[in-house]
Every structure is written in C-alpha cells, then in structure tokens.
C-alpha cells in the first residue's frame, strides 16, 4: 500500500485557510450555484487545495499519491475552527482524509504517473478522469480545471432534469451520476485517455 502523508507548518496552513472563510450563510441569501467538491492534492512540495472558486499553495513535506475530493462545508469548517497541532499532519488511511484530528469521507483518485497531452477534442468522460489523475497545477496551466468545472456543473443540471422525467420508473439523479462514474472509474483503471493524443496523430 502507497504511503500518503504530509506534515505543513501549522502557522502557513492556518493562514492559508483564511482564504476559504465564508462565514454562515443567511436565510434569504441567494441560492448557490452548483459547484465541484472541493480538492486536495500534492506535487513538488506543494500541497493544494482547491474549494469554490478558490486555491491555495501551502509548503508541506512527506509523500502522496493522489487527489481527495470532499465537501467544500468541510473546508470552511476548517477554516473556521483553530487547529493547535504542529507541525499539522496530513494523511491518506485507504478510506478517510484525516487532517490533524478531523476525519474526512472522500473520493481518492491516484494521480497520473505520465504527462498527459493536450486532446485535441477531448470528450466530458475524458476531462472528468484527467482532472481526476493531473496534478493540480498542470491541469489548471492546461485548461482542464476550467473545462471540468463547467461540465460538472452542465452534468448536475441535466442529470437533475433527467431523473424527474425518468422518476416513474424510479431512476434517480443519483443512479444517473453512478452511471456516470462507472464509465469515469473505468476510463481512469485502463488508462486510455494517455494513449488518445498519439492516436490523433
């Protein structure tokens, strides 16, 4: 089993979850729009967490293998709440995030071994697993962090907008986004979107 765990300075990480703070939502506030989880990842000593529209790059230290993705309501707890442990330590068990004493239920995703090219017209399966498998600052400096958010977000809508007509069959929106990771899931298990760029060739 891979080994997954960072230790960051406990006066950085704090600092740098500031930026998440949103405070308590009010009852007449305006409905949010539809969002990805939020995402942790590491790479070349950076530690990076991505969470509505925002991301930081935090110093840390230590070994890691993948991308977590989880409840953004959990990084704005984090932010919200003051952390005494450090240096803070950051891990990966095989079934939770834990960061310091807080365990987190996640989606974990290895990360890519191989540079991935550019597609010259990848499909929405494609983005989803390369956003899934690309560290984080290449798949930001390659334009599939953009891509992914905005068909997450068409992929919501319409799973949503499905299920209601498919409802009398008693097919929800939630087997319909399973469906949809079945195929994501196996994209990512056999790697095929690292051979499609030389097969356009």
């Known amino acids: 089993m891979q080994n997954n765990l960072l230790t960051v300075g406990l006066k950085e990480f704090s600092y740098a979850m500031k930026t998440f703070k949103v405070g308590i939502p009010r009852k007449n506030a305006k409905k949010k729009p539809i969002i990805p989880p939020a995402v942790l990842s590491y790479s070349d000593g ?11 790059n935090i110093h840390a230290k230590g070994e890691w293998h993948g991308k977590a993705e989880f409840s953004n309501t959990i990084v704005n ?4 709440v003051p952390l005494s442990t450090d240096p803070l330590v950051i891990k990966y068990t095989g079934e939770k995030l ?16 191989g ?3 550019k597609l010259s017209n990848p499909s929405v399966i494609d983005v989803f697993a390369m956003w ?11 334009g599939i962090a953009g891509k992914y958010k905005t068909m997450h977000q ?12 498919l409802s009398v069959y008693e097919i929800t929106q939630e087997d319909l986004i399973y469906l949809i990771e079945t195929k994501i899931e196996a994209k990512m298990k056999n790697n095929i979107y690292h051979n499609i760029f030389n097969k356009l060739k």
């Open 132 to 142: 899934r498998t690309l560290p984080a600052h290449q798949a930001h400096s390659d």
């Open 46 to 56: 950076i530690l990076t967490i991505e969470s509505n529209d925002k991301l930081v």
């Open 115 to 117: 540079m991935i090219d």
């Open 98 to 113: 834990i960061i310091g004493s807080t365990s987190i239920t996640c989606k974990w995703s290895l990360l890519s071994k």
């Open 154 to 165: 068409s992929m919501l809508k319409e799973t949503e907008k499905v299920a209601k007509k």
């Open 77 to 80: 707890a984090l932010a919200m």
